[in-house]
């Protein structure tokens, strides 16, 4: 969100000074916004003012992201100070100020914290090791959050604003939206390739195992692409991590009859949701067969 668009006139009207995570769908529904798709994960709502249409899109998937990334921010300076001040308390030569205020400034502003985290800085002499005689000057750190501009900062997230110089009839709102989250799917692939694609963490330091690793990221993320073009192909709403989640009680159990002391391997059998999944994404099975073959061959040593 920019400046000059939370001075529109509708912005007010248009959406709350606080959404509560409880209770966000009661609030977007007082307020005449209107479901998106199917799953109710994004919501938006048209004005049109001086012959331009304005359209605010709130998804909740990430404004329920972006809470819990300024939650892991915060708690991730707090770690820090503590960190800092343990250091700082067994110092053993002087600390001069400017270095730790220098330090804690870059740090609120790579976690977009500045103006949240109000901080505080406490000088302490710290007893002297021998040989030295003299206390030794250093500092404490104490940190606030301050809940109002935490507030503030939570008002815009998952909020999106889009100014359309095209009529209803040239371009409808559901079109511009489907347009925006396709190029926004682009930049969440880079997103989740780089994180990487919950695989962390990873360490690689050689050239072919970096590009390996690279490999199997794009991979992934092809694969996740896929699955969702499918889907939508049979007008399913799921998602692909839904999906996998559904798929996971599939799973190689470990047989033994006690009478005969005979062991095997079996498959769990698909229930008939699981079979509608495996239908949908042509696929017989949640492992081929022949793959399966192979694995409950070598799992044979196991028993």
């Known amino acids: ?65 972006e809470l819990a990334v300024q939650a892991a921010a915060i708690a991730a300076v707090e770690a820090w100070v503590q960190a800092k001040n343990t250091e700082l308390a067994a110092a053993r030569r002087a600390r001069p100020l400017a270095p730790l205020e220098r330090d804690l400034r870059d740090l609120l502003r790579r976690k977009h914290l500045t103006g949240i985290v109000e901080i505080e800085y406490t000088p302490c002499s710290v007893e002297p090791q021998a040989p030295r005689r003299t206390p030794v000057k250093s500092w404490q750190v104490s940190l ?14 998952g909020v999106t604003c889009f100014e359309i110089h095209a009529t209803t009839t040239q371009m409808s709102t559901e079109a511009v939206i489907a347009w925006y989250r396709r190029k926004n799917r682009v930049e969440e692939a880079f997103h989740e390739i780089q994180s990487p694609l919950a695989l962390r963490p990873l360490f690689l330091s050689r050239s072919h195992r970096i590009r ?28 692909p991590a839904t999906i996998l989640d559904a798929l996971a009680s599939s799973q190689i159990h ?17 229930s008939p949701e699981q079979s509608a999944y495996l239908q949908a994404l042509d696929c017989e099975s949640p492992i081929a067969n022949t793959t399966l073959q192979p694995i409950l061959k070598a799992m044979q040593s196991w028993l």
């Not at 307020?31 to 938006?44: P, Q």
């Not at 959050?145 to 507030?151: E, G, T």
């Open 212 to 239: 390996a690793h690279g490999m199997a990221c794009v991979l992934a993320n092809g694969i996740d692409n896929a699955m969702e073009e499918r889907l939508r192909l049979e007008s399913l709403a799921e998602s």
């Open 1 to 65: 969100m920019t400046r000059a668009q939370y001075s529109l006139s509708f912005w007010e009207e248009g959406w709350p000074a606080t959404v509560p995570l409880e209770d966000w769908q009661a609030v977007v529904a007082q307020r005449g916004w209107v479901a998106y798709d199917s799953e109710a994960t994004l919501w938006y709502r048209e004005w049109t003012t001086q012959d331009h249409r304005w359209v605010l899109a709130f998804d909740v998937r990430r404004f329920r992201l």
């Open 144 to 157: 606030r959050v301050d809940p109002a501009a935490r507030h503030a900062a939570q008002h815009v997230f």
């Open 254 to 270: 470990r047989l033994k009859i006690q009478s005969t002391n005979h062991t095997g391997l079996t498959l769990t059998e698909s």
